[in-house]
């Protein structure tokens, strides 16, 4: 309708939207999905892996979650190169902090440093805007464990539970009718795995197309973030009876 | 006075058999005035990579900051830690990037690489790695750190045996050298574990 104010990052158009940041949300929604649960002693992040081939060449390391600090990290859903840039940027952002603090930067402060450099991209450079989408995962002293979702116009906001990617308006609507304020980190996997289940467009849940990771302390009281490993997922998803293919789950 | 000289300090690190041990010594000075008795002049990097820096100590506190700042980016990147050799050589780098206004440190890098193989190095001010199979040593006493790590030390030595060794040594040399001293801080790492000890030695 609008076409000829779309090809600028950097103009609004007639009705006051800004497209290119609208159309990478656009490329966002074709992605994987990532779930993001908040719990009392922990948070939970669960992705799925859109790309799954026999060809693939598994490795060790995670394609939907990364750390970006001891205490803080992010599940992402979009363009995999913009994201990995973005990544980079957080993780350098975050060591500079500890540098001239000498304490671990609050996640709050490293979201929205994040989502500044996002911004920047919408209003000056003539650059197109990031296509991802981040839930950022992490604990300060300050305030505890939190959960952050941020999208490309560099918006941010601390959420409960949240959704990116594909079908997250049926996960967000899942998520709120499903979650307590109390939920223990355990339950907190159970309804993650339960709504991606359900959500996600695959016939059947196997440990390799899901990523499942939380941030929590350990008993010595530091945060950390751990990955969870392909067999003790498939044992969870079997104890949650979410291996079966999706019509059949109750 | 030299600049090296200002803080005072000593540091001697050992290879053992599958073991190393690194040891510094505790007084922080100001000139001849001692302002602290516990001073950590040893830091852990990970598990298997111990760092001790001698010399200056604001030096060595930013330089100790400065390579955390790095091997973190490391750690988060590669998904994992940074083996003792390539730490070693980060630090050089790190130190020759300041060749013509340096920090005034002489770093000790102890560490188990592949195959639990002990790795120890020194490094001048800017950066010239000096490689040993047996000792190294740096610091205000290390003229006697060399001669004493000379006569007592052995190879293939167990832990033990090393940590009576490199504690022998230290407090010894120490003992001649009066900007270092009031005490001892040794750390006797094998492939399971990691011992930290503290000695009493002449508390002057």
């Known amino acids: 309708m609008s076409r000829r104010y779309d090809s600028r990052t950097t103009i609004f158009s007639p009705e006051g939207r800004l497209y290119q940041v609208e159309y990478a949300m656009e490329a966002i929604g074709n992605a994987g999905s990532a779930i993001g649960i908040l719990s009392k002693d922990g948070v939970v992040l669960v992705g799925e892996k859109k790309v799954t081939s026999k060809l693939l060449q598994t490795s060790t390391s995670t394609e939907k979650m990364y750390k970006i600090d001891d205490h803080v990290a992010c599940a992402v859903a979009g363009i995999m190169s913009d994201a990995n840039i973005l990544i980079n940027t957080a993780r350098v952002q975050a060591q500079r902090y500890t540098y001239a603090y000498q304490e671990p930067m609050p996640v709050e402060q490293l979201v929205q440093s994040l989502c500044d450099t996002k911004q920047g991209y919408t209003q000056f450079g003539g650059l197109r805007p990031f296509g991802v989408s981040f839930l950022f995962a992490g604990w300060d002293k300050n305030y505890g464990f939190q959960l952050y979702m941020s999208d490309p116009s560099g918006n941010y906001s601390g959420w409960k539970a949240a959704a990116i990617g594909a079908n997250n308006q049926a996960a967000q609507s899942m998520l709120k009718q499903d979650y307590k304020d109390d939920i223990t980190r355990e339950e907190a996997v159970q309804l993650a795995l339960k709504v991606l289940s359900k959500t996600m467009d695959s016939t059947s849940l196997t440990s390799e197309k899901l990523e499942l990771a939380e941030v929590f302390l350990t008993p010595s009281g530091n945060a950390k973030y751990q990955v969870c490993s392909p067999d003790s997922l498939s044992k969870l998803l079997v104890k949650f009876g979410v291996t079966q293919p999706a019509t059949e789950a109750s | ?204």
């Not at chain 2, 001073?39 to 001790?52: A, E, M, P, T, Y």
């Not at chain 2, 002990?118 to 010239?128: E, V």
């Not at chain 2, 047996?134 to 832990?159: H, I, N, Q, R, W």
């Open chain 2, 1 to 204: 006075m030299s600049i090296f000289e200002y803080n005072g300090s000593a540091l001697v690190s050992m290879v053992g058999k599958n073991c190393f041990a690194i040891a510094s010594d505790r007084r922080l000075g100001v000139q001849l005035q001692t302002i602290a008795t516990d001073f950590q002049r040893i830091s852990k990097i990970h598990d298997r990579v111990f760092l001790g820096l001698s010399g200056l100590a604001t030096d060595a506190q930013t330089l100790y900051q400065r390579l955390v700042f790095r091997h973190k980016l490391y750690q988060v990147r590669e998904e994992r830690d940074m083996k003792p050799v390539t730490f070693a050589n980060l630090v050089s780098a790190l130190l020759y990037e300041k060749r013509f206004g340096p920090y005034f440190c002489q770093p000790v890098i102890a560490g188990l690489g592949d195959e639990d193989k002990p790795f120890i190095c020194t490094m001048d001010s800017i950066g010239a790695k000096e490689l040993a199979k047996d000792f190294v040593v740096a610091g205000t006493a290390s003229e006697s750190l060399y001669g004493a790590c000379e006569s007592m030390f052995k190879e293939d030595m167990e832990p033990e045996e090393l940590f009576e060794t490199v504690s022998q040594a230290l407090l010894s040399s120490v003992d001649r050298d009066c900007l270092s001293g009031w005490g001892g801080h040794v750390y006797v790492v094998t492939p399971t574990e990691v011992k930290e000890r503290i000695l009493k030695g002449r508390m002057d």
